[in-house]
């Protein structure tokens, strides 16, 4: 039982030093909504969702620019070149 009390007593129990504690300015005040107002608010989110969806077009909706034809068509052109040669030639 000597070992415990050759413990430096610092080491178990460091001093405290906390500083200057500032107490708040003032309180936080929740502020409270009635269900009739939450259900008012839930009501125009949903209407703004709804008509943004219906006025937004859908990607199946949307034209195939013209440069992905001339792209399409170009390489087509390309590939089918050696063969197009080669009946001209007959």
């Known amino acids: 039982m000597t070992g415990s009390v ?3 007593q610092n080491m178990k129990n460091p001093p405290l030093n906390v500083g200057v ?14 269900p009739v107002q939450a259900e008012r608010e839930l ?7 709804y008509v943004s969806i219906q006025n937004s077009e859908s990607i199946t909706k949307k034209k195939t620019p013209k440069s992905v034809f001339v792209a399409l068509g170009l390489g087509t052109l390309a590939i089918c070149f050696p063969m197009l040669k080669k009946l001209i030639k007959r």
Do not use: E, F, H, T
């Not at 504690?21 to 009635?34: F, H, W």
């Not at 009501?43 to 969702?49: L, Q, T």
């Open 43 to 49: 009501g125009a989110i949903n209407k703004d969702v």
């Open 6 to 8: 050759s413990v430096n």
């Open 21 to 34: 504690i500032n107490p708040p300015d003032k309180y936080y005040k929740p502020v409270l909504y009635s």
